[in-house]
T-cell receptor, first 114, second 115 residues
Framework: NAGVTQTPKFQVLKTGQSMTLQCAQD?????MSWYRQDPGMGLRLIHY???????DQGEVPNGYNVSRSTTEDFPLRLLSAAPSQTSVYFC?????????????FGPGTRLLVL | AQSVTQLDSHVSVSEGTPVLLRCNYS??????LFWYVQHPNKGLQLLLK??????LVKGINGFEAEFKKSETSFHLTKPSAHMSDAAEYFC?????????????FGTGTLLAVQP
C-alpha cells in the first residue's frame, strides 16, 4: 500500500491563480480530510468527507472547495489564491468517521502564494 | 468546546535523559486523545492513542502517555531520549458528538535532543 499520497510537494502561485491539490489513498478509507498547518497554530481542519459524494466544511473552509467523486481521491481546490493561503497542507484518511479511529496523514504540500 | 493545551512550545533534553511533554485537554465527555509526531519536512505519524480503555497507553519508539481524568491531562513520556526523537509533537483530541473524526490539534511542542 502506498498509503496517503499528495501532489505536488511544492507549489508557488501568484495571487488570484487557481490550483488543485491532489490527495489519494489506497486503503479503502471512508473518511478523508484536509488540514492546513501554520506556525504556532497546529493543524486546522479545512474540509472533510465521510464517503464518496459527501463533503462538509471544517474550521477554516473559506477560499477552498472540495469534491469526492471516488473513495480514493479527495482533491482540494483553491479558486483564487491569496497570500493568506500560504501554508503546508495535509490530507488525512481513516477507515470510518469515528472519533476513535486513527487518521493517516500524507506527506504534505507546501504552498507559497506571492 | 473541546480544546487541547500543550504547555511547552519548546523542550530541550540531553540524549539518554527522560522526556516529558505536557498536554491538558478540555472535554465534556470521555475524550479520544492522540499524540502525533512530525519529523522535519515530513507528514504526521501516530505515536499512541487513548480511547477509554487502559489509562496508561504505550506507543511506538518507547513512548507512553497516561490519561488522568482528575487532572485533565495526557502527558507524553519516554524514559531515555534518543537523537532520532528530535521532532515536533502534537497532542490531539477527537471532536465529540455524532459520526465524526474531526481532530483538534494543540499548537505543538518542539523537542530538541542534545548530544
Amino acid at each position: 500500500n502506498a498509503g496517503v499520497t499528495q501532489t505536488p510537494k511544492f507549489q508557488v502561485l501568484k495571487t488570484g491563480q487557481s490550483m488543485t491539490l491532489q490527495c489519494a489513498q489506497d486503503m479503502n478509507h471512508e473518511y478523508m480530510s484536509w488540514y492546513r498547518q501554520d506556525p504556532g497554530m497546529g493543524l486546522r481542519l479545512i474540509h472533510y468527507s465521510v464517503g464518496a459524494g459527501i463533503t462538509d466544511q471544517g474550521e477554516v473552509p473559506n477560499g477552498y472547495n472540495v469534491s469526492r467523486s471516488t473513495t480514493e481521491d479527495f482533491p482540494l481546490r483553491l479558486l483564487s489564491a491569496a497570500p493568506s493561503q500560504t501554508s503546508v497542507y495535509f490530507c488525512a484518511s481513516s477507515f470510518f468517521p469515528d472519533r476513535e479511529e486513527t487518521q493517516y496523514f500524507g506527506p504534505g504540500t507546501r504552498l507559497l502564494v506571492l | 468546546a473541546q480544546s487541547v493545551t500543550q504547555l511547552d512550545s519548546h523542550v530541550s533534553v540531553s540524549e539518554g535523559t527522560p522526556v516529558l511533554l505536557r498536554c491538558n485537554y478540555s472535554s465534556s465527555y470521555s475524550p479520544s486523545l492522540f499524540w502525533y509526531v512530525q519529523h522535519p519536512n515530513k507528514g504526521l505519524q501516530l505515536l499512541l492513542k487513548y480511547t477509554s480503555a487502559a489509562t496508561l497507553v504505550k506507543g511506538i519508539n518507547g513512548f507512553e502517555a497516561e490519561f488522568k481524568k482528575s487532572e485533565t491531562s495526557f502527558h507524553l513520556t519516554k524514559p531515555s531520549a534518543h537523537m532520532s526523537d528530535a521532532a515536533e509533537y502534537f497532542c490531539v483530541v477527537s471532536e465529540e458528538g455524532g459520526a465524526t473524526n474531526k481532530l483538534i490539534f494543540g499548537t505543538g511542542t518542539l523537542l530538541a535532543v542534545q548530544p
